[in-house]
């Protein structure tokens, strides 16, 4: 083999390999559906155009029937007149009008046997274009679940390399390390704010509210023995402190309140008396 029919041989192979590439099942599809309506148009119009002749053969054997039926009646009417010889003329006229007839009526059922034909061949054309249809619409929807699982299948191999997790990781400890700064400046804020004992007391005061809350759950359920009431306490008595003695002023203010009270109760006493 020359070098000239290798190379040609590669420049088509490589041709064909890259048509076979470009190919896309769904334009092809519409392209073949496309060209196959085409031709559905066109085989219509043929047939058409066969129907046409078809009834044109057969009114043109009509035709021939109603002028030989003609020449007949004037074959009758000249015999009828006694001239024989005009009879004669116009059978041979009748007769070349019946051949005429006859030969399109065999073209006519000629036709209309290639018609019947055309029509079946039409048919059967229209229900492959129908059949090609719906197989087109099955091999599209075949082609894109394909093309979606493809798809998902390249994500989840995207998923599956290392470098994505290894990229969640590393972000992971970043937001570990933005939360570790955060607390550490918010205890620095509160240590220089004064606030730092007041939320140690706190906490304590919450565990130990927390505390007392099991405890007294346990005791609740029986878990531990109730608690002991409290020894009573021995009543200590009162010391007497000695009263400041009032001053002078003083005892005469209350002295003369004592006595305008036991007037007004008198007063009052004499009235309810004297109703």
């Known amino acids: 083999m020359g070098i000239f029919s290798r190379l040609a041989q590669l420049i088509k192979s490589n041709l064909n390999d890259l048509i076979s590439k470009s190919e896309d099942p769904e334009k092809m599809l519409n392209q073949v559906v496309l060209d196959m309506n085409n031709q559905l148009v066109e085989a219509k119009k043929q047939v058409a155009s066969s129907i046409a002749d078809e009834k044109r053969l057969a009114k043109q054997a009509e035709q021939e029937m109603a002028h030989a039926a003609e020449w007949e009646r004037r074959a009758m009417m000249a015999l009828r007149a006694g001239n024989e010889e005009l009879a004669k003329e116009a059978l041979a006229r009748k007769k070349e009008h019946d051949q005429l007839a006859e030969t399109f009526k065999e073209q006519w059922q000629k036709q209309k046997n290639s018609v019947e034909q055309l029509k079946r061949a039409l048919r059967m054309l229209n229900e492959k274009i129908e059949e090609a249809k719906r197989k087109k619409n099955v091999l599209i929807a075949r082609k894109k679940r ?16 290392q470098s994505a997790f290894e990229t969640f990781e590393r972000m992971s400890n970043k937001v570990d390390e933005i939360e570790a700064e955060a607390e550490a400046q ?90």
Do not use: C, W
């Not at 093309?147 to 191999?157: G, L, N, P, S, W």
């Not at 704010?193 to 005061?205: M, P, T």
């Open 146 to 161: 394909a093309e979606a699982q493809k798809a998902i299948q390249e994500t989840m191999h995207g998923l599956r390399d």
């Open 186 to 275: 918010a205890d620095l804020q509160e240590e220089y704010s004064g606030d730092v004992l007041a939320s140690k007391f706190a906490n304590l005061e919450r565990s130990a509210g927390a505390d007392e809350d099991l405890v007294a759950l346990k005791r609740k359920m029986g878990l531990m023995p109730p608690e002991e009431a409290p020894p009573a306490r021995a009543e200590v008595p009162k010391r007497v402190e000695a009263q400041p003695t009032a001053s002078r002023s003083e005892q005469d203010e209350l002295a003369a309140a004592l006595e305008e009270l036991e007037a007004e109760q008198q007063a009052e006493a004499q009235r309810k008396a004297g109703r």
